[in-house]
């Protein structure tokens, strides 16, 4: 767990407030459903896999996502727009093994859709709000818990996930809810 604390220069940060879920993948589309003015991507059907995308794009700045895990578990994190998620038939369909996914799910990181284990155990924790910030000048994804202030962060390879970036949510064969605050 790194110990680095956030961008302390408040006015080049950019909270998104208007994130939305603006593309979905999945085998069957009735597994899942977007609510709350697409803000909630929910798993409604266990054994599939599923994700989703935001609607902006980031190539410069810092950005802040907030996100709330209101059921289950999720991957948290980001990827090249212009690679589209793919699932891997080796790893049950999962779509953050892809190439240019960047984040975590509970208990390991993605780098370049390698996972890697993860420090901490158990990290996300339902009903608990997590920042994504996006430093994309820096080439930096680091995802902070507002409710335990535990925090995380990696370097992201623009060779292997060229920028423009855009917010990646993958939940597992679980039924599962995750929510954009």
Known sequence: M???PLSTNYDLVNTVNDEKFTQIY????????????????????????????????YSTGIHRIRVRIDNGNAFLGIRS???????????AGRYD???????WGN????????????????MYRCGDVYVLELNCDEHRLTMINENTKEQ????????SAPFPWCLFIHLPRTTAQVSLI
């Open 81 to 91: 727009r212009s690679i589209p998620p793919v699932p891997d038939d080796c790893a």
């Open 26 to 57: 999945t085998p069957d589309q009735g597994a899942v459903h977007l609510l709350n003015n697409e803000r909630t991507f929910k798993n409604i059907k266990p054994m599939l896999c599923a994700c989703a995308v935001g609607v902006h794009s």
């Open 107 to 122: 208990t390991f990181c993605i780098f370049n859709g390698t996972p890697r284990e993860f420090q901490r155990n158990h």
């Open 152 to 159: 995380d962060d990696m370097e992201v390879d623009v060779s």
């Open 97 to 103: 093994s892809s190439p240019a996914t960047y984040g």
């Open 2 to 4: 790194i110990s680095n």
